[in-house]
């Protein structure tokens, strides 16, 4: 069975708060976020980010609905789920001595039958996914003796070879040089280009600011939603940052810049 997608609302959550264990860390929530766009997710340390991800991908329990594709989670077949979203954690472990195609392999399971063998089907995904963040070379070596980077791209294939219309990603550029970065920028770009939907967590201001819409999270609260190009987004950014960075211009492009001291809040555009 396939639910219908809602056209505009990719993940959607209406929460009256989120712990984990006795500990609250997110507040009430009210959050749709579209389809086929790119929205980065950027907060101090410790605000909520991650944990705000894994509430939207159904990882962590809230106190409210959480909806993909304008359907509660929970209504959702979990093999349909697990096509319909990818997910790439912060820090994942337990596949150490897995093959870096295995690796890879592992985002066609929801396109598998119970037990059977991988498709043709199944393996040409996988080589395009291991191929698109260029560690197709490394297959054959263990992921745990790859490099943080190649690694990541390994798990980044991983995400790639699920084909999902919805990517959730958090800290996706955490050890890649930035080559690598701007290839994943690439790729990020070519998937809301043909209608995908990216949501990630970044802690590089720059690359979060080139996204379509910056969702910015502080105390565990949403602080701001709004497009990358506003300038209240621009003001709301140095404000959850405690005027610690600034935003500027450069060509047709929007960086953030780390202040040695606290700036002046800015005025009004
Ligand atoms: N397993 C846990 N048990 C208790 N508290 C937790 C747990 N995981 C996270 N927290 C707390 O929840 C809060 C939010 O954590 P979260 O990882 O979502 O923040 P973040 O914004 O992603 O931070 P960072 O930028 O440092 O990665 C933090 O105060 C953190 O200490």
């Given at each position: 069975?396939?639910?219908?997608?809602?056209?505009?609302?990719?993940v959607?959550?209406?929460?009256?708060?989120?712990?984990?264990?006795?500990?609250?860390?997110?507040?009430?929530?009210?959050?749709?976020?579209?389809?086929?766009?790119?929205?980065?997710?950027?907060?101090?340390?410790?605000?909520?980010?991650?944990?705000?991800?894994?509430?939207?991908?159904?990882?962590?329990?809230?106190?409210?609905?959480?909806t993909l594709a304008?359907?509660?989670l929970?209504?959702w077949?979990?093999?349909?789920?697990?096509?319909q979203?990818?997910?790439?954690?912060?820090?994942?472990?337990?596949?150490?001595?897995?093959?870096?195609?295995?690796?890879?392999?592992?985002?066609?399971?929801?396109?598998?039958?119970?037990?059977?063998?991988?498709?043709?089907?199944?393996?040409?995904?996988?080589?395009?996914?291991?191929?698109?963040?260029?560690?197709?070379?490394?297959?054959?070596?263990?992921?745990?003796?790859?490099?943080?980077?190649?690694?990541?791209?390994?798990?980044?294939?991983?995400?790639?070879?699920?084909?999902?219309?919805?990517?959730?990603?958090?800290?996706?550029?955490?050890?890649?040089?930035?080559?690598?970065?701007?290839?994943?920028?690439?790729?990020?770009?070519?998937?809301?280009?043909?209608?995908?939907?990216?949501?990630?967590?970044?802690?590089?201001?720059?690359?979060?600011?080139?996204?379509?819409?910056?969702?910015?999270?502080?105390?565990?609260?949403?602080?701001?939603?709004?497009?990358?190009?506003?300038?209240?987004?621009?003001?709301?950014?140095?404000?959850?940052?405690?005027?610690?960075?600034?935003?500027?211009?450069?060509?047709?492009?929007?960086?953030?810049?780390?202040?040695?001291?606290?700036?002046?809040?800015?005025?009004?555009?």
């Amino acid at each position: 069975m396939t639910l219908p997608a809602a056209k505009n609302i990719a993940v959607g959550a209406q929460s009256a708060g989120t712990s984990i264990g006795n500990h609250p860390v997110l507040g009430p929530l009210a959050l749709v976020l579209p389809a086929g766009r790119w929205t980065a997710i950027v907060g101090p340390n410790g605000a909520g980010k991650s944990t705000l991800l894994r509430v939207l991908a159904g990882l962590l329990h809230t106190q409210g609905p959480v909806t993909l594709a304008g359907w509660p989670l929970g209504q959702w077949p979990a093999r349909e789920r697990a096509r319909q979203l990818a997910w790439l954690g912060q820090t994942e472990a337990g596949a150490e001595d897995l093959r870096a195609y295995d690796v890879a392999l592992l985002g066609r399971l929801p396109h598998r039958a119970w037990l059977a063998p991988p498709s043709a089907a199944d393996h040409a995904a996988t080589r395009a996914a291991l191929e698109a963040t260029q560690v197709w070379p490394l297959r054959d070596r263990r992921l745990g003796a790859l490099s943080g980077g190649e690694r990541q791209r390994v798990l980044l294939a991983r995400l790639l070879a699920v084909q999902a219309p919805i990517w959730l990603m958090d800290e996706p550029l955490a050890h890649l040089d930035p080559p690598h970065q701007a290839d994943w920028l690439g790729v990020v770009r070519a998937h809301v280009a043909a209608g995908g939907t990216v949501v990630s967590v970044l802690h590089e201001l720059g690359m979060a600011l080139q996204a379509d819409d910056l969702l910015i999270v502080k105390d565990g609260a949403i602080a701001h939603h709004g497009a990358c190009a506003s300038a209240d987004t621009h003001r709301a950014l140095q404000a959850a940052f405690d005027e610690r960075v600034s935003v500027h211009q450069v060509g047709d492009q929007w960086v953030a810049l780390p202040e040695a001291t606290p700036r002046p809040p800015a005025r009004a555009r």
